[in-house]
């Protein structure tokens, strides 16, 4: 599975952006997917995963009630609607894929990582 990231930018408290992921491979629905973001001199923590079927998400605390996560089968796409931005943000942010989890949470449950893409929230 190969991941391409885009949709990052700079944007200003407040405001909203989304991120897309782009997979290939006819196995996509299959996946379990993940937003993960890293600022400098800090670990990469996970923002929001979905099931391979899109039934369950899960959005970490500091996001949670302003970011969402959905997957589009059809397009081999996930996105990550991210409102009501913060500085706190700022990031760089990752696709992740994986066949299967336990652990949505932990970076080293994913294979498959796309390029990342730049968040920039000015205050």
């Known amino acids: 599975v190969q991941l391409q990231a885009s949709g990052g930018g700079l944007v200003q408290a407040g405001d909203s952006l989304r991120l897309s992921c782009a997979a290939s491979?006819?196995?996509?629905?299959?996946?379990?997917m993940a937003w993960f973001r890293q600022a400098p001199g800090k670990e990469r923590e996970m923002v929001a995963g979905?099931?391979?079927?899109?039934?369950?998400?899960y959005t970490n605390e500091p996001v949670r009630g302003r970011f969402t996560i959905s997957r589009d089968g059809a397009k081999n796409t996930v996105y990550l609607q991210m409102n009501s931005l913060k500085p706190e943000d700022t990031a760089v942010y990752y696709c992740?894929?994986?066949?299967?989890?336990?652990?949505?949470?932990?970076?080293?449950?994913?294979?498959?990582w796309g390029q990342g893409t730049q968040v920039t929230v000015s205050s």
């Open positions: 992740a894929a994986a066949p299967v989890v336990r652990n949505y949470y932990s970076k080293d449950e994913y294979r498959y």
């Open positions: 491979g006819r196995t996509f629905s299959s996946y379990v």
């Open positions: 979905i099931s391979s079927s899109g039934s369950m998400t």
